[in-house]
């Protein structure tokens, strides 16, 4: 059972990646992607998700230095955006986000989206940078179970990680099964549904119960299912907050309510029929 911040589930590859994390979709590039990411790291948190659609891997890159915090102590996610999928470009696109980011590898790096009819090549630009060193780990995104079948046809490397759309209105329940048997670890995106689950009135009686906030039971619904998670959020409070769930359980229980939530509701796009 994880028991801190700073707990890991190990990848295939042998790599050890924090099981929460701090996600900067959305927050703008300078001062408040510097504080909110500065204030994670002051929180205890190692791992940050960013993208280079998200135009703030600069700010994520200053933060990083003005932590004080070594860089093997920390864990940085990017991903290569929809237009420049393809192998040549990803090379380039995985350079300017080392550029940008200020930083010699990403510990993560990720298809962003499954591309239709790129994202074979994209995988296998991914696994160049993985056997050169400039990432530690390789995965991707919203990836269904068909994209996976198909990617694994021609892949040389097994993803290590697929980030997916997950909370408890969308629990995913075949696509983590297949990653499971498949040695790939599912994390969780939009954990708190952008934000959109936070009155839920099922989630509001389990979390009283337990003197926690919403926010906090669906965090501890991810980890106790061994769900990498990565909620976001630009105001300290809440980034301490978000973190402070180690110090309860949810019984199973409460565990069966939870699960009993999922109605296959998005609040992005489904990777089927995505239009950017
Ligand atoms: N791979 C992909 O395609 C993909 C897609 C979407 C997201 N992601 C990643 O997943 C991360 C998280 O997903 P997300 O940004 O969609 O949303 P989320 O983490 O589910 O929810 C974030 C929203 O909830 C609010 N919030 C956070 N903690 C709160 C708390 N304790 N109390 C009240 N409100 C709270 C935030 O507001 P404030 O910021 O104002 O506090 C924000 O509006 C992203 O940042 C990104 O790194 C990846």
């Given amino acids: 059972m994880i028991k801190s911040l700073q707990d890991t589930i190990t990848l295939h590859n042998g790599v050890e990646m924090p099981m929460f994390g701090l996600g900067v979709w959305q927050v703008e590039d300078g001062n408040e992607v510097i504080h909110a990411v500065k204030s994670a790291i002051q929180a205890g948190y190692k791992s940050i998700d960013t993208a280079a659609i998200y135009r703030n891997e600069v700010g994520v890159g200053a933060a990083i230095r003005e932590s004080g915090i ?79 079948e198909n990617l694994l046809e021609e892949a040389e490397i097994v993803p290590m990680v697929n980030q997916i759309e997950l909370h408890p209105l969308l629990s995913q329940l075949e696509i983590r099964e297949y990653c499971e048997a498949k040695g790939i670890k599912v994390e969780a995106y939009s954990p708190l549904g952008s934000g959109k689950l936070l009155k839920h009135p099922t989630l509001q009686t389990i979390a009283s119960k337990h003197n926690k906030t919403i926010a906090q039971i669906i965090l501890r619904w991810d980890l106790q299912q061994s769900i990498i998670t990565i909620p976001k959020s630009i105001h300290e409070q809440r980034i301490i907050e978000n973190a402070d769930i180690f110090d309860f359980e949810l019984s199973a229980e409460d565990m069966r309510i939870i699960n009993a939530l999922n109605a296959n509701e998005r609040f992005g796009a489904n990777p089927d029929n995505f239009n950017f």
């Avoid at 237009?83 to 962003?112: C, F, M, N, P, R």
């Avoid at 591309?115 to 995988?123: G, H, R, S």
């Fill in 70 to 148: 070594a860089r093997e102590d920390l864990f940085i996610t990017t991903k290569v955006w929809n237009a420049h999928q393809g192998y040549e470009t990803t090379l380039d696109a995985l350079d300017k986000s080392l550029q940008k980011l200020d930083l010699d590898y990403v510990d993560l790096y990720l298809i962003h989206w499954p591309v239709a009819d790129k994202y074979n090549d994209t995988w296998r630009a991914l696994e160049k940078i993985y056997r050169d060193g400039k990432a530690r780990a390789i995965g991707v995104c919203n990836f269904h179970v068909h994209h996976l």
